[in-house]
């Protein structure tokens, strides 16, 4: 798959999970895709969360990676 496929689908999989971040007053959005990783910023409340990490392994990794199996890690920038 290319990777501009890819990154459609990694929005794809973002818009089904941002609801839930948006309801806490939160966001999140992909910076880019290389080789296999998603690197992703957390926005609004999330970005100064210290709940942040678990955010990212347990609610932004594990849908991309269970929705996109090019996808194998996700990396949270600023």
Not at 5 to 30: A, F, M, T
Not at 44 to 65: I, S
């Given at each position: 798959m290319s990777k501009e496929?890819?990154?459609k689908r990694i929005e794809e999989v973002?818009?089904?999970i941002r609801p839930?971040?948006?309801?806490e007053?939160?966001?999140v959005i992909l910076?880019?895709?290389?080789?296999?990783?998603a690197y992703v910023s957390l926005r609004g409340v999330?970005?100064?969360c210290p709940m942040a990490n678990v955010t990212l392994e347990n609610v932004v990794?594990?849908?991309?990676t269970?929705?996109?199996e090019e996808v194998v890690k996700v990396i949270g920038e600023d």
């Amino acid at each position: 798959m290319s990777k501009e496929n890819v990154e459609k689908r990694i929005e794809e999989v973002l818009s089904k999970i941002r609801p839930y971040l948006q309801d806490e007053g939160g966001d999140v959005i992909l910076n880019r895709y290389e080789d296999g990783v998603a690197y992703v910023s957390l926005r609004g409340v999330c970005a100064g969360c210290p709940m942040a990490n678990v955010t990212l392994e347990n609610v932004v990794e594990e849908a991309l990676t269970q929705e996109i199996e090019e996808v194998v890690k996700v990396i949270g920038e600023d």
